[in-house]
């Protein structure tokens, strides 16, 4: 009968459940999710739901009645306790469930601070729709967030937009220095600069006292509401404690089998030996949905490696950006950008000897498709590199 079970409440989970039925899997689905929500796209949290420019019902993946009509079993509220490999069993709840294929898609939590955890300030992290809906309503005052990647970068945007003073704390030189490197780094600085938020780079947490925060440069704060954004740790219990192998997240081959031969994993915890960038784990949307797809026909029996080059996308202020590849365990050399950085309307090419690793643009719409054709194409000509858009 090939019983399937997901263990996750994601966009990895969902897109799974709707490629199997794509593929003519008629037997039995089970979605397990210790969420209480249907599974729902992440993106708008930090974007669209903070800034009122989408609303809750539309950042489902499916409605309810699409499930039942594609006769999969909604296990919400749920958490998965237990993964037995031998007997093929999961406890769930109260139930031990038997499958024949399994997925994990348990997705990934926060980074948590300690010297936040204690004290009396209201702290707030971005994971799930309830942590969003509780930040949106309280952006206003002063608002201190702590990291400056694209979580960070995203809500600081949203709250000065709504009109909240923000301070951005973050211990490298820059913002998303180590994904995009000194130059184009810096359009980021000046973007948020531009639009007042004070960010503190090169900088930390020295103390918390009370509500007054004081940082390593020796300022003082007492914020209204503290955002931690300093990454995510892959959700490994479940198959760590049955024994799967895992580092980092799971280790999956490039089919996204696991360790065990009827389970694999997709998504934000899938540590996956890519044929082309080597072992690489990706927490972004296309990922998480394409990985997930892949997956569900690896169930169904295909062979096939996945090989899609990662792909996320960003919008603060008035600056959308696309990004395509990744430099691999190889890094890159160096960075030709072509367009205005004045203007912040450009495109960036990553080179590792002649050939572009990776791709972005910012703000040039066409550029996308012309920037897929390149990466991880082969040997380009810098000449003709430079008169792409």
């Known amino acids: 009968m090939n019983d399937v079970i997901i263990v996750g409440g994601g966009i990895t989970a969902a897109h ?26 992440r993106p708008p949290l930090s974007k669209g739901l903070l800034l009122n420019t989408e609303d809750v019902d539309s950042i489902y993946v499916h409605d309810r009645a699409w499930y039942a009509d594609h006769e999969i079993t909604l296990r919400l509220g749920t958490e998965a306790t237990a993964l037995d490999t031998k007997n093929k069993t999961v406890v769930a709840g109260q139930d031990t469930i038997t499958y024949d294929n399994l997925l994990l898609a348990t997705g990934s939590s926060p980074r948590r601070l300690d010297i936040f955890e204690e004290s009396e300030l209201n702290v707030a992290y971005l994971r799930t729709l309830e942590n969003s809906l509780n930040i949106k309503a309280k952006l206003k005052g002063k608002i201190l967030i702590i990291g400056a990647g694209w979580i960070g970068l995203e809500i600081a945007s949203a709250a000065r937009q709504a009109g909240a003073s923000v301070t951005v704390v973050e211990t490298a030189e820059l913002p998303l220095l180590g994904v995009l490197g000194d130059e184009l780094a810096n359009v980021f600085a000046e973007l948020h600069r531009e639009h007042g938020v004070d960010l503190r780079l090169a900088t930390s947490i020295d103390s918390v006292d009370g509500k007054k925060v004081t940082l390593s440069d020796c300022h003082q704060l007492t914020p209204d509401l503290v955002i931690v954004g300093i990454g995510a740790n892959p959700n490994v219990a479940l198959a760590r404690g049955a024994g799967l192998d895992t580092d980092n997240g799971v280790l999956v081959d490039a089919q996204l089998t696991t360790s065990s031969p009827n389970i694999f994993a997709a998504g934000d915890i899938a540590n996956h030996d890519h044929p082309t960038l080597g072992r690489i784990r ?10 997930g797809k892949h997956a569900a026909r690896a169930i169904l029996g295909s062979t096939e490696p996945y090989t899609r080059l990662p792909y996320f996308f960003t919008d603060q202020y008035d600056v959308g950006m696309e990004y395509v590849g990744h430099p691999g365990t190889q890094g ?18 990553w080179l590792k000897g002649d050939e572009v690793v990776a791709g972005m643009h910012l703000n040039t719409w066409d550029a996308i498709d012309k920037i897929r054709k390149v990466v991880r194409t082969g040997p380009v000509d810098r000449a003709e590199l430079t008169s792409l858009p």
């Open 332 to 349: 890159f050399d160096e960075v030709i950008v072509t367009g205005d950085k004045a203007q912040r309307a450009l495109t960036a090419y």
């Open 16 to 41: 799974a459940a709707s490629e199997l039925r794509d593929q003519g899997h008629s037997g039995p689905i089970t979605l397990i999710s210790a969420e209480t929500h249907l599974p729902y796209n």
């Open 282 to 291: 990706v927490e972004h949307w296309d990922n998480a949905i394409e990985q």
